[in-house]
């Protein structure tokens, strides 16, 4: 390839390429409504099994669910203006996409970068969650966790070989089920349940939350510090969905379904978030056990059934988990595919299975990455105390996916304003207001993350991975840029909308 000589736009330079480069990254149309909606669900349900009950620690039963009404709000407006963006501009970028048409380049690998760093951890932490599941079923002690790890991506590399409508057609089979899974454990926590007892039995205390024995506690704790420091863990009930817009040059529809995949996932995790929420907390052991567990739902099992049942049905649960893992393991390689197509990252990445038209190179990177941050965080410290390392992960997700929506919010009121006649198929109800008001929230959430002294330093290591990517960017790749379907768009001033004048 060489490069052009009048590809200069916002500092960067785009190189040149022939139609070959882009019949070895080519992506296959196979998903409909239902697959979209389950995928979107899938890419966040592990957070309804592990990771969120943290935030009872830091509020209390009334701290996290202001904080999980406060981040879900967040996110049905989030969705919403994802889902105007994402029919106007269907790529596969995705929040790249809608930040490179309306920001530049800059603000394009800005977004990007955020989401690759949140895209490679999540699946990396449902990877973690879920072998604490898998070592309490199975009986293996903490120490070959990693084994567990190394065994999940094996697993998942495997499936991706046989091509991405398969590892979907799974993914949503395994979403179904952890679905039902859920709504099992809804009906059967029924006759245990006891909410003022159990639900309020934290009170602050001088090392942090105590047990209140017989419950009758305050619905906030911690005051309206403990809300704030919940907001991280409420994130986690959520954090993903905006994904799905990866899918998009995948999607048979994309402009039709897309909003409504994205809005329905959203109601969809809303209504188990809040579930799982009152039913774990209301059994015995409550809020205060639930705080520091591990593996909660499979802690809620024992309480209703014993350890023998609640092992088998743990078993099943795992499929939460597992399903939440494919779908950001192959979103993590769908992130890395456009960025690499387009030349921000090494362009070797993108190149697709001749047969399968799967990105498994980018995939396979996205995983060898995945792995080396989860082994880095045990050696330095989550061997000696695994609870806090599943803290760390979520901590160092949250920070890059709020990073992330702030741009993305930016990038859909620049685009309201430059790109005025671009066509719309779908319209955010929540408009501007939307936006904004995603955009105060997550700087709350952000903020926040550097008050707690626990994880402040989770959020300190994600700064610093972002800000090694944008030198990377900034002396060395913004040279080498591809003209991919995105960049075309952005560079031509939009196919379908000029920027106003």
Not at 175 to 183: K, N
Request: glycine share 12%; aromatic share 14%.
């Amino acid at each position: 390839m060489s490069r052009s000589s009048d590809g200069r736009t916002s500092g960067v330079t785009y190189q040149t390429v022939d139609q070959s480069y882009f019949e070895q990254r080519q992506l296959q149309r196979h998903a409909g409504l239902f697959s979209l909606w389950m995928m979107g669900v899938g890419a966040v349900i592990a957070g309804e099994y592990s990771g969120w009950n943290i935030g009872f620690s830091q509020g209390g039963f009334g701290g996290l669910l202001l904080a999980a009404l406060i981040i879900g709000f967040m996110y049905i407006c989030l969705c919403c203006s994802i889902g105007e963006m994402s029919a106007a501009l269907p790529h596969t970028g995705g929040a790249y996409s809608f930040s490179r048409t309306a920001l530049g380049p800059w603000g394009g690998f800005t977004t990007g970068l955020a989401e690759n760093i949140e895209f490679v951890l999540a699946p990396a932490a449902n990877m973690f969650f879920m072998s604490s599941y898998l070592a309490a079923i199975f009986g293996t002690p903490e120490s070959v966790l990693p084994l567990w790890w190394v065994g999940g991506y094996v697993v998942m590399l495997g499936l991706s070989l046989r091509g991405l409508e398969l590892s979907m057609r799974v993914v949503i089979y395994v979403t179904v089920a952890a679905i039902a899974v859920l709504l099992f454990f809804f009906v059967v926590a029924i006759p245990h349940l006891d909410f003022t007892r159990y639900a309020l039995n934290i009170a602050a205390g001088p090392q942090g939350s105590t047990l209140l024995p017989e419950g009758n506690g305050e619905w906030l704790p911690f005051g309206f510090t403990g809300v704030m420091l919940s907001l991280p863990f409420a994130v986690y009930m959520f954090l993903a969905v905006e994904q799905l817009p990866l899918t998009a040059e995948e999607a048979k529809n994309p402009t039709r379904d897309m909003p409504r995949a994205l809005i329905l996932s959203i109601l969809t995790l809303a209504a188990l978030a809040l579930g799982v929420l009152f039913f774990s907390a209301s059994i015995p052991q409550g809020a205060h056990a639930m705080g520091s567990s591990g593996e909660p739902l499979l802690d809620g099992f024992r309480t209703i059934f014993g350890d023998g049942w609640a092992k088998l049905l743990a078993s099943v649960a795992v499929l939460g988990l597992a399903a939440s893992f494919f779908a950001g393991s192959f979103a993590s390689g769908r992130n890395i595919y456009s960025l690499s197509r387009a030349g921000y990252l090494p362009t070797t990445l993108s190149v697709t299975n001749a047969r399968t038209k799967t990105p498994n190179i980018a995939l396979a990177a996205g995983s060898a990455l995945a792995l080396f941050m989860l082994l880095l965080v045990w050696f330095l410290g989550g061997r000696h105390n695994v609870a806090f390392m599943g803290g760390f992960l979520v901590s160092m997700i949250v920070f890059a996916g709020m990073v992330s929506y702030v741009m993305q919010s930016i990038a859909f009121l620049k685009l309201r304003t430059l790109y005025a006649a671009i066509e719309r198929p779908f319209v955010s109800p929540f408009g501007r207001f939307g936006a904004y008001a995603t955009i105060l929230i997550c700087l709350i959430t952000l903020g926040y993350q550097f008050f707690d002294p626990l994880y402040r330093w989770a959020a300190i290591a994600a700064a610093v991975w972002y800000a090694v990517g944008l030198g990377y960017f900034g002396f060395y790749r913004r040279h080498r840029l591809v003209l991919s379907p995105e960049e075309e768009f952005a560079v031509s001033g939009g196919m379908r909308g000029q920027p106003a004048e």
